[in-house]
């Protein structure tokens, strides 16, 4: 019996299939500009015979009607971190279009969270506009930012610090001291936002900004408590809706016999 969870986010759309123990399968497509396409193909191209229940969850999660079930973000991201890291008692999340807070109790269950859907400053989509300015491909920002130092960005405004870094361009400030500029910035915004939950213990970190190491170091830095990761931190959603899938799937098979 396997499951089925699908994470519909702004930017990219995450499954996976899900045995009750393992990961059996994952997948991750651009959400493009037509997510119900998007969550439909991915769905598509997951779902065959063994799958008993299907999950989905993110801002599209809606728009798939083969799902049996649709969860918020933050149960199956909570799920999601606690699976990759059962030692975590609060997930920190930058997506695209939205940062997340997430308390868990000893039981890894969601006790408090906060969310920030209102400002694009502090999310992938800001970061990604930024690296644009700077002609650098994100996926480079660990080695772009290496041995550099930080130039001082003071707006957090998308326009502004647009406005604010070609400005410093044209001062011929190095562009990897602007990019991690960009980054503190980012990382202190994040830590003072998931610090009003007064976390204790340690911290999961998803999210596609999560596989980037500058960033788990300078939130963890910012924050003073200790950050993990997994290369899997990007599917934290698809897992956690992937497990909450198989509990529903094990509870009606159970009533079966």
């Not at 519909?8 to 959400?31: C, E, H, Q, R, Y």
């Not at 890894?108 to 969270?113: G, H, K, P, R, S």
């Not at 990382?187 to 980037?212: H, P």
């Amino acid at each position: 019996m396997l499951s089925l969870g699908i994470d519909s986010g702004s930017t990219t759309t995450k499954a996976v299939l899900f045995d009750g123990k393992n990961i059996v399968k994952k997948l991750i497509i651009p959400t493009s500009a037509n997510p119900k396409n998007s969550i439909n193909k991915i769905y598509d191209t997951l779902y065959n015979e063994d799958v008993a229940f299907t999950v989905a969850t993110g801002y599209g999660r809606e728009l798939l009607k083969n799902a049996d079930k649709k969860v918020t973000e933050i149960t199956c991201h909570a799920k999601g971190a606690a699976y990759l890291n059962p030692n975590a008692r609060a997930v920190i999340d930058i997506g695209g279009q939205d940062s997340k807070a997430i308390l868990l109790d000893k039981d890894l269950n969601v006790i408090d969270f906060l969310m920030n859907d209102k400002c694009a400053a502090g999310t992938g989509r800001f970061i990604d506009i930024m690296m644009r300015i700077l002609e650098e491909d994100i996926n480079n920002i660990d080695e772009f930012v290496k041995d550099c130092t930080p130039a001082n960005i003071t707006s957090m405004c998308t326009v502004f610090a647009e406005s604010e870094i070609i400005s410093l361009l044209a001062k011929e400030v190095k562009r990897g001291d602007i990019a991690l500029g960009i980054i503190n910035s980012i990382c202190k915004r994040t830590a003072v936002f998931a610090q009003r939950l007064n976390i204790e213990g340690e911290i999961f970190f998803s999210g596609g900004l999560a596989k980037f190491e500058i960033f788990r170091k300078t939130i963890e830095d910012y924050i003073g408590i200790k950050v993990t990761t997994s290369p899997l931190s990007q599917f934290a959603g698809a897992i956690g809706a992937a497990n909450v899938a198989y509990i529903n799937a094990k509870k009606i098979n159970d009533k079966k016999f």
